[in-house]
Nanobody, 126 residues
Framework: QVQLVESGGGLVQTGGSLRLSCAAS????????MGWFRQAPGKEREFVAHISASGGVTYYADSVKGRFTISRDNAKNTVYLQMRRLKPEDTAVYYC???????????????????WGQGTQVTVSS
């Protein structure tokens, strides 16, 4: 089992940057691919980014491609989401999540993830 705790959210102006972190418990973190999702008020949770267990494969939603970067440090049991050129439409609660251990394909649907953090709020002011 994996427990996930996000941090790094906050209020930022349009065009600014934030880096989210997701700390994972357990000694098997390196076995898990990881993902970031977000949910804005009144909207469904949407996929943001995915990274493979080794960190060698990444995949992004079109809405964030070129602005966001997902990375991980398996020695620190942490996955990151570097967000640049933020827009008001990026405002949401951001969640990190883990799918079934050993998942090797890119997974973008929320129902493919079994462990979730509590979320961190990102607000981008115009």
């Amino acid at each position: 089992q994996v427990q996930l705790v996000e941090s790094g959210g906050g209020l930022v102006q349009t065009g600014g940057s934030l880096r989210l972190s997701c700390a994972a418990s357990g000694r098997t973190f390196r076995s898990y691919a990881m993902g970031w999702f977000r949910q804005a008020p009144g909207k469904e949770r949407e996929f943001v980014a995915h990274i493979s267990a080794s960190g060698g494969v990444t995949y992004y939603a079109d809405s964030v491609k070129g602005r966001f970067t997902i990375s991980r440090d398996n020695a620190k049991n942490t996955v990151y989401l570097q967000m640049r050129r933020l827009k008001p439409e990026d405002t949401a609660v951001y969640y990190c999540a883990a799918p079934t251990p050993g998942t090797i394909v890119v997974v973008t649907r929320s129902n493919q993830y079994i462990y979730w953090g509590q979320g961190t709020q990102v607000t981008v002011s115009s």
